[in-house]
């Protein structure tokens, strides 16, 4: 049967047809090499999802294709039947060809690989490469935002910012905070500090910039600030480029508490009086807590006069002090994994 498919005039017309696609866009790669690389494999998707739902050809025939077209086009890589499944997902997955010339053709063919793998909803996968076209990264980059969910988590923290700042200077703080943050990357006990959270996170500072976002520029922990003779410290001293203002963080080991926003616009009020530019916006506020109740936290915003926002964290938890000795050490598991090993090195006894 597979044989008759192979020698009929759809299947060789249909690969024809794909050898003319590919010389086309050959000559255009010197050009727009990844633009043309992507809607080259979308058109030839395409076309395999179209002749397989008219002529009924099932999976064996993309296994033919990649063999034939590795005959034709010795050099070219990415014509592996994995390859060619992956086209296939990719032009069912983006049907409209304005789309693709939009949006998902500016973007490297595995960071499209990566999203048809990890995410399914159509919108959501389109904000991910709208977002890695906006700020530029990086495939290993754009696993962590999307398994870290930054697509249910950018802009959702609770904040004061279309009371307390200009549009579009509102709006563009607003989708820069995240609710909750994300910080895996580090192990706490439940007796963790304020400064235990703060040592963990300078210590991890390129992961910390990562869960931010683009645009934060690290100055300076325990910032000291000089009112009125008296001497104050802050946990965390950001600039974001963007923006063009200071962020100030406060870190919480505790559940919200409206004091904390008292405290954050003290905070905000005397960095714009002591440290910011006559050329610097006003400077923004993030309050990071262990949790927050909303009702709390927007009243304790509503009337506030300086931008802050409310977020939620999320890191791993260390095991508690008396369920460390009863786990094998990495160096016990290897000595019984080598014990294990012995007896096959050895001759097998005779019965």
């Known amino acids: 049967m597979a044989d008759l498919i192979f020698s009929s005039k759809g299947y060789q017309d249909l690969l024809s047809l794909l050898k003319s696609r590919i010389r086309i866009a050959q000559v255009r790669a010197a050009v727009g090499v990844n633009r043309e690389l992507v809607l080259l494999y979308w058109g030839i998707g395409s076309e395999i999802l179209t002749r397989q739902k008219e002529e009924g050809w099932g999976t064996k025939v993309i296994e033919r294709l990649s063999k034939d077209l590795h005959s034709e086009f010795p050099d070219m890589q990415g014509l592996s039947t994995r390859n060619l499944k992956y086209m296939r997902a990719f032009a069912e997955a983006w049907p409209d060809e304005p789309i693709v010339q939009q949006a998902a053709a500016q973007l490297p063919w595995f960071h499209n690989c ?46 004061n910012f279309r009371a307390t700042l200009p549009s579009p200077q509102s709006d563009l703080a607003q989708q820069l905070i995240k609710d909750p943050y994300n910080f895996d990357f580090l192990t706490l006990s439940e007796e963790a500090q304020e400064r235990d959270l703060e ?30 003779g008296e001497d104050f410290k802050f946990d965390l001293l950001f600039y974001h480029l963007k923006l063009r203002c200071f962020v100030v963080i406060d870190l919480k080991m505790t559940p919200f508490r409206p004091e904390y ?67 094998p050490t990495i160096e016990e598991i290897e000595a019984e994994l080598g014990k294990s090993e012995e007896p096959s090195r050895r001759p097998a006894k005779k019965v």
């Open 199 to 228: 040592r963990g996170l300078l210590a991890h500072l390129r992961q910390f910039l990562i869960e931010l976002g683009v645009g934060f520029a690290f100055v300076g922990s325990q910032v000291p600030l000089e009112v009125a």
């Open 261 to 327: 926003a008292g405290k954050m616009n003290f905070y905000l009020s005397a960095v714009d009086d002591l440290l910011r530019h006559p050329d610097d916006q006003p400077s923004i506020g993030l309050i990071l807590c262990k949790s927050k109740n909303r009702v709390i936290a927007e009243y304790a915003l509503r009337n506030t006069a300086t931008p802050m926002g409310i977020s939620e964290f999320r890191h791993l938890k260390a095991l508690p002090e008396q369920l460390k000795g009863t786990l």
């Open 114 to 159: 990566v999203l048809l793998d990890k995410v399914k909803d159509a919108g959501e996968r389109l904000w991910y490469i709208q977002k890695a076209i906006e700020h530029g990264w990086s495939r290993n980059i754009l696993v962590i935002h999307i398994e870290s969910g930054l697509y249910r988590r950018q802009g959702k923290a609770i904040t």
